[in-house]
């Protein structure tokens, strides 16, 4: 039987058991010595970790299962790796449209091609319909090109830099994004970290949890945490 495609999307090109570590691994346990030894198998330029695509396909799939209205989005989307997983779970049930925004204009990988036929090539790779590209500078696209109502959004437009610019950028996302939510809508934030509460995290973009806490604060809504191993991400839900 075929693997399945959602699974193989999370995990397919991790593997951290080899049967040389098994040995290995066999040997320190029989001499109970405390360690264990894992391949160090990151896919190449890789945007999120194997906890963090769990987290994103429960909660895709959450407010699909469960009726919330709208298209979803993602803000930031590169060449497709979390895209891709979001799509994977959109198809499984009655596909919504499905809307990402970029310039396009960083690019961390030496690959052939630009960054939007890597993305392109990711989806027809797996088999999935493309999504709906708005290309440019999201503080010019947004709002004119977003959808009158949103089920899921993804925010991931970090770039390691200066963190004011960023809090100002995803500012800009949240004031447009937040009135499309529909009520039970999610928003992810790659990067959201708070040194309180995330377990194991980097905090990598500290703008994230500038905006997010700055933009609930006189809002229902709370930022809640997710494990992500050695990313970070959180997200709120839309009351
Ligand atoms: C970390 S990457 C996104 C990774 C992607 N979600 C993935 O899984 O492959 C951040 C993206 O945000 C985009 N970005 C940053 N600032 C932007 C802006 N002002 N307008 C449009 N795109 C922007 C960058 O071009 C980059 O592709």
Redesign the pocket.
Known sequence: MAKDPVSELIGGGVRTRTPFTSLLNRFLYKFKLPWKVVKNEELPHV??SVEQRINFSHLVDQVLAYGVVGDLV?L????????ALIQMVNVRHQARPFHV??????DWNTRSGT?QERLKRRFAAAGLPGPIMHE????HTLPAELPERIAFA?F????GDDPERHRD?LLHCLEHVYPRLSPGAIAVF?DYHDPDRTVNGLNSNPGVRMACDGFLADRPERMEVLYGNDFSHGYFRKR
């Open positions: 945007m999120c993602e930031g989307c590169y060449e497709g790796q979390t895209a925004y970029d310039a396009f204009v960083a960054v440019g500078d999201m503080r993804h991931d437009c970090g770039m950028l790659m």
